[in-house]
Nanobody, 123 residues
């Protein structure tokens, strides 16, 4: 069992930056691939970024790949999402998730989910 708690969301102006964190508790964090997803009001949840268990592999949605960076610290059981050059369309609740299989964009591949942290980008 893995419990995930996101933090770092908030209100930021267009062009600003935020760093989201996802702290994991439970066993074997280093065995899980980690992903970030987001859900904007009235829209379906969408993939944002993912990082492999070892931290070597990563994958990004096209909409964020030049602006966001995913990283992890397995010693601290934490995954991060550095978000730069934020746009109003990045406004959403951001969720981190943990999964045993490397299918980064597939939400069904993730077994555990956090409660989310809200990001609002004002224009």
């Amino acid at each position: 069992q893995v419990q995930l708690v996101e933090s770092g969301g908030g209100l930021v102006q267009t062009g600003g930056s935020l760093r989201l964190s996802c702290a994991a508790s439970g066993r074997s964090f280093g065995n899980y691939h980690m992903g970030w997803f987001r859900q904007a009001p009235g829209k379906e949840r969408e993939f944002v970024a993912a990082i492999g268990a070892s931290g070597i592999s990563n994958y990004y949605a096209d909409s964020v790949k030049t602006r966001f960076t995913i990283s992890r610290d397995n010693a601290k059981n934490t995954v991060f999402l550095q978000m730069n050059s934020l746009k109003p369309e990045d406004t959403a609740v951001y969720y981190c998730a943990a999964g045993a299989y490397w299918l980064p964009t597939n939400a069904n591949a993730y077994n555990y989910w956090g409660q989310g942290t809200r990001v609002t980008v004002s224009s």
